[in-house]
Nanobody, 126 residues
Framework: QVHLEESGGGLVQPGGSLRLSCAASGRLFDGYALGWFRQAPEKEREFVAAISWDGGSTYYRDSLKGRFSISRDNAKNTVYLQMNSLKPEDTAVYYC???????????????????WGQGTQVTVSS
């Protein structure tokens, strides 16, 4: 069982930046891949980005490439999501998720992730 806790959300103006963090506890942190998802009001949860166990492979939602960047620090048991040039349509609750222990490769499918954080609200508005 992996416990995930997101932080770093908040209110930001269009064009601004935020860095989300997700701290993990439980199983060995380098034993699984991680991902970020988001859910806007009245919309389905959607994939944002994923990263392999060692950070060597990353995968992004096509529409977010170039603006968002996922990274992980295995020494700190933390995964990050750097979000730049934010737009109002990026407003959502952002969730960190972990694949089951031993599943080290990236995925964009929510069903492939076994553990989820509680989410952190990101609001992009002037």
């Amino acid at each position: 069982q992996v416990h995930l806790e997101e932080s770093g959300g908040g209110l930001v103006q269009p064009g601004g930046s935020l860095r989300l963090s997700c701290a993990a506890s439980g199983r060995l942190f380098d034993g699984y891949a991680l991902g970020w998802f988001r859910q806007a009001p009245e919309k389905e949860r959607e994939f944002v980005a994923a990263i392999s166990w060692d950070g060597g492979s990353t995968y992004y939602r096509d529409s977010l490439k170039g603006r968002f960047s996922i990274s992980r620090d295995n020494a700190k048991n933390t995964v990050y999501l750097q979000m730049n040039s934010l737009k109002p349509e990026d407003t959502a609750v952002y969730y960190c998720a972990a694949r089951p222990f031993g599943y080290k490769l990236v995925s964009e499918t929510p069903a492939d992730f076994a553990s989820w954080g509680q989410g952190t609200q990101v609001t992009v508005s002037s």
